[in-house]
T-cell receptor, first 114, second 109 residues
């Protein structure tokens, strides 16, 4: 069964460093999403992406964040200068279509900012 | 997107059916009811979704009331591996999913 994959599974970084989280969505999916979950808190939407453009972003997704689909298979989330409060699980999701397409989530990347 | 209300927790006996309620009284006509679950800190796992009609798949059944203001997720024969946090989410197709606190389900032997 096709699934969303994410790398790395864990990342430890120093405050102020740049990190890139990678996702490989399900192959025929066209809509991509990033969510995050701070330890003990709810899953929060960050951004949605379609046709090489951001469709929607939350207040969390400020100028320190960016997304990119550098090739036909990868979808990346970049945090330019990490802060302590960026420590969280980051989940990528993809869906086949916007109209009735179910979002399928990857296993997540646990980011720890020291 | 409409908000949902779920009980914070519930216990279920292994082998029995688990019925998880969800209220979504402000649901709009174009919004679906989605159910996901999250085991520990794993990625949310899709279970089932519906618009108006009841739905069934290999994992669960979804019963939506006629006025669409509430729904029930039914796990027909709960196993220990069904212990998880279950999220009821209403959203228009393609829109972001807004997760609440969910229902923490503990399946007991």
């Amino acid at each position: 069964e096709p699934e969303v994959t994410q790398t790395p599974s864990h990342q430890v970084t120093q405050m102020g460093q740049e990190v890139i989280l990678r996702c490989v969505p399900i192959s025929n999916h066209l809509y991509f999403y990033w969510y995050r979950q701070i330890l003990g808190q709810k899953v929060e939407f960050l951004v949605s992406f379609y046709n090489n453009e951001i469709s929607e972003k939350s207040e969390i997704f400020d100028d320190q964040f960016s997304v990119e689909r550098p090739d036909g298979s990868n979808f990346t989330l970049k945090i330019r200068s990490t802060k302590l409060e960026d420590s969280a699980m980051y989940f990528c999701a993809s869906s086949e279509s916007a109209t009735g397409g179910t979002q399928y989530f990857g296993p997540g990347t646990r980011l720890l900012v020291l | 997107d409409a908000k949902t209300t779920q009980p914070p927790s519930m216990d279920c006996a292994e082998g029995r059916a688990a019925n998880l309620p969800c209220n979504h009284s402000t649901i709009s006509g174009n919004e679906y009811v989605y159910w996901y679950r999250q085991i520990h800190s794993q990625g949310p796992q899709y279970i089932i979704h519906g618009l108006k009609n009841n739905e069934t798949n290999e994992m669960a059944s979804l019963i939506i009331t006629e006025d669409r203001k509430s729904s029930t997720l039914i796990l027909p024969h709960a196993t220990l591996r069904d212990t998880a946090v279950y999220y009821c989410i209403v959203a228009a197709a393609g829109n972001k999913l807004t997760f609440g606190g969910g229902t923490r389900v503990l399946v007991k032997p």
